[in-house]
């Protein structure tokens, strides 16, 4: 049972509760001038942490203390139990980092801030995209702040290796094995990849969605269907997902996604894959799109774009007016185009708005903002936007089971996924 089923019948106990512990905390918070204002995230590498100085300066312009509640850890799992903890003891941070379906389990137990009773959010749907306010609202509230899109069926390319042997960009599976192969019989590593489990399941996640389709990826991932999960196409996906683990390297086991896109951008692996967050560490490096590393989809995935939105929310605390006017304030320091702007180029995603001029951004991302006007957008389950963090973490430690097992067949293991999914959404 996840965090939230255990919780969820609390929504009337821990609001009060969360007053009531708050209380003493008024006279304080009265008493100051400017109090500090402690934002969760896992922005912890290189390029996330100059993204989030960007965060940090457009806040200080507008006379708010950043105050830093960074947790290590890729995708957010280990942030997420510590704001659990901080959570239920009724001393949550200002904001988190919050995003997919996990704003609307934590708006059930009556611990959020509306959006919409802070700032006048009427002018958003003129440049906000729908799937992204569907994401940040519940029942038609804002109860998050959008501020970015990361694509995550990014196929990473190498521009000297690439270019060293002549070879142009797998398109399909079949050229893609074929080049691994042959850069493999060269001496050189063909794929880059990081040994943590939300990794292994990223790459399968790009081809579950090209054997699949988008539609059928939406009913397994998102709607839980049974009859797509327990088929020969999941079958054939498990299988095709096992032959990338012959390119991987068990030195890399266990390694951040950080030292893996390290390897592929300093010439030791060919091809990597991984969302344009990655770009972010590239950048602060001083590569270059198109330069260093070309962009594809990942392949037979061209016409589908598997998206990660970033977004925060807002805790109850005690409703000072310090305390409204700095929610407000960072609501709106989120929402601005020159923040977005700013944060998506440091990033390596596009903003949410869609009302900005990205004529300063990379070919990359210019790329990602037209594929994602134009393409089939599907939400990545591997990065919190398909199923609630909890549903989420056990579907990616069996997918990451089978990739390194060297006994459990693929029909094994759709046969685990279809038992563990019925588990998971059953009453």
């Known amino acids: 049972m996840s965090f939230f089923q255990e919780h969820a019948n609390e929504k ?9 512990v708050c209380t003493g905390a008024l006279v304080l918070s009265n008493s100051l001038q400017a109090a500090p204002f402690e934002v969760l995230h896992w922005w912890t590498e290189p390029g996330e942490l100059q993204s989030k100085q960007v965060l940090v300066d457009h806040l200080k312009v507008n006379d708010i203390e950043f105050e830093d509640f960074a947790i290590v850890g890729g995708g957010g799992d280990g942030a997420i ?11 949550p941070p200002e904001a988190a980092q ?20 802070l700032v006048d959010t ?9 799937v992204v306010i569907d994401d940040v609202s519940v029942d038609h509230e804002y109860m998050g702040v959008p501020i970015n899109i990361h694509r995550v069926n990014w196929l990473w390319l190498n521009s000297n290796i690439f270019k060293r042997f002549g070879l142009a960009a797998p398109k399909t599976w079949k050229q893609f094995f074929a080049v691994a192969d042959f850069i493999q019989a060269k001496g050189v590593k063909p794929l880059s990849m990081g040994g943590t489990p939300w990794q292994d399941a990223l790459l399968f996640e790009s081809v579950a969605i090209s054997v699949l389709g988008p539609e059928n990826y939406i009913k397994a991932f998102v709607h839980f269907d049974n009859s797509v999960i327990n088929s020969t196409k999941m079958v054939e996906a498990f299988k095709l997902f096992k032959r990338l683990h012959a390119y991987t390297s068990i030195a890399q086991q ?4 950080f030292w893996a896109s390290q390897s592929f951008i300093n010439d030791q692996a060919a091809m990597f894959f991984m ?22 989809p990942a392949p037979s995935t061209e016409g589908v774009f598997s998206y990660n939105i970033d977004s925060f929310v807002l805790f109850k605390k005690v409703n000072t007016e310090i305390e409204l006017a700095n929610q407000k304030t960072f609501v709106n320091t989120l929402i601005s185009p020159e923040f977005q702007i700013e944060f998506s180029k440091v990033k390596g995603s596009i903003p949410a708005r869609q009302n900005v001029d990205l004529s300063g951004f990379d070919a990359c991302s210019k790329q990602s903002a037209q594929d994602f006007d134009n393409k089939v957008k599907v939400p990545s389950f591997t990065q919190n936007m ?4 909890h549903q989420q973490g056990q579907i990616i430690q069996l997918i990451s089971d089978y990739f390194n097992s060297e006994s459990l ?12 999914v019925k588990a998971l959404t059953s009453k």
């Open 12 to 20: 009337t106990i821990l609001s009060p509760l969360s007053i009531l």
């Open 81 to 91: 139990h510590v704001l659990q903890m901080r959570a239920l003891s009724g001393t």
């Open 98 to 117: 919050i995003k997919g379906p996990d704003i609307n389990e934590w708006d059930k137990l009556s611990m959020l801030v509306s959006i919409d009773q």
């Open 122 to 130: 009427q002018a958003w749907t003129n440049f906000l995209p729908e």
């Open 254 to 257: 266990g390694q951040d996604w």
């Open 275 to 296: 969302g344009d967050w990655v770009k972010g560490s590239w950048t602060a490096a001083g590569k270059e799109a198109l330069k260093d590393y070309q962009c594809v």
């Open 386 to 389: 398909a199923t609630s963090s």
């Open 409 to 420: 067949t693929a029909e094994e293991a759709v046969q685990q996924l279809s038992v563990m």
